[in-house]
């Protein structure tokens, strides 16, 4: 019958004859340094939760955060935003039958005036977004579907798009600039506004079209080919242009050098994909006049003219013009106030509860404790 003999040095890897002696039979000890971090003898420091600790903490994030959220909702209660629903779902909407007989392949322009009416004077700055509903931007093959070389102007790249852009990468065995499903379907309505005077006369509102896009996505993210070449004609003419598109791009803004071909802030703009189905992009700025008092959209009526060339009927989706102004905070959201509101009268009301508990049954568990 064979004995056995225990040896702690053995199980830690250490054994009699071997450690230390340098030879290829050596066994290395798995035993880790004898280190303040390794043996977790680092000093630490663990807060005790005690009831003068936890009830001050509830009543300050109550105090701080319910004035935060009143001011928030207040400044986003402040912006003034009006919208106006111009699909032509409706048979009684003056866009009706452009929605009904409108699609990608019409090759006539069909207009439509929708008229409507503020009641109140926007001061400052108004912003005039377009608004879709319904409308997936965030699907992976539409978000992967462009190129981006090719928008920040490499020439190899604007003769050979990318696979990733099919089957929007040629037409008519020539490249597609821009090239994907997102440049193809650009949102082309034409929007104007006019005020509609007392004595019956329309007044254009001058509407800004430059100044939308990112400063990074304008200067940095697209360029056009070519460097200083102005020629966009020339520089684009070996390519097409999308299938859904009406005009190639170096004539969406030919007047403005600046403002076309790939850095044309429209393009720009719908290229920044979104995130919801249903989203707004800003369209056109309606700048204040300097030195007046006057507001920048008085009360009064006013007429929307749509050159009605985006379908949605096809997805059930909806369009939409919003007129709005600003704060410091940016657009009207009144989440982040109800949020904050929400945070601290929570937070207050269960400070409240654990005061009570604390103050009814505190004193007796510390009577409760064995006498020596």
Request: net charge positive.
């Amino acid at each position: 019958m064979m004995a056995s003999s225990y040896n702690a040095k053995e199980e830690d890897g250490h054994h009699p004859g071997l450690v230390g002696s340098g030879g290829p039979g050596a066994v290395k000890s798995k035993k880790p340094d004898n280190t303040a971090f390794k043996q977790q003898r680092l000093p630490a420091w663990q807060p005790i939760l005690t009831a003068g600790t936890v009830l001050p903490a509830f009543f300050m994030i109550g105090l701080i955060f319910i004035p935060i959220g009143i001011g928030l909702f207040v400044t986003s209660n402040n912006i003034k935003e009006f919208e106006i629903d111009y699909t032509g779902v409706d048979m009684s909407s003056p866009c009706y039958n452009c929605a009904q007989n409108y699609s990608w392949n019409s090759t006539s322009v069909c207009t439509c005036t929708v008229p409507f009416t503020l009641d109140q004077p926007f001061e400052s700055n108004v912003f005039m977004y377009y608004g879709l509903s319904n409308f997936y931007q965030n699907h992976r093959r539409y978000v992967k579907s462009r190129d981006d070389s090719q928008l920040n102007g490499d020439k190899s790249s604007l003769l050979n798009p990318s696979k990733e852009c099919e089957p929007y990468r040629t037409s008519d065995r020539k490249p597609i600039a821009p090239c994907g499903a997102i440049a193809n379907s650009l949102f082309n309505d034409t929007l104007e506004l006019f005020y509609i005077h007392p004595n019956g006369s329309k007044i254009g509102i001058h509407l800004v079209k430059t100044g939308i896009a990112w400063w990074t996505d304008k200067h940095v993210k697209f360029r056009n080919p070519g460097g200083s070449n102005n020629n966009l004609s020339v520089v684009f003419q070996d390519t097409s242009k999308p299938v859904n598109w009406r005009k190639a791009v170096y004539e969406l803004d030919p007047a403005d050098p600046e403002n076309n071909g790939f850095v044309n802030e429209d393009l720009i703009v719908w290229m920044r994909t979104a995130a919801l189905p249903t989203f707004r992009k800003l369209y056109r700025i309606i700048q204040k006049k300097k030195d007046t008092m006057t507001p920048t959209l008085p009360p009064g009526n006013y007429s929307l003219e749509v050159a009605y060339n985006y379908p949605v009927r096809s997805f059930d989706g909806r369009k939409r013009v919003i007129l709005s102004t600003i704060s410091w905070m940016g657009g009207k959201n009144p989440f982040l106030g109800i949020a904050y509101i929400t945070v601290g009268s929570v937070c207050f009301f269960l400070g409240v509860v654990l005061l009570i508990i604390h103050h009814k049954y505190g004193n007796r568990n510390n009577n409760a404790d064995i006498p020596n």
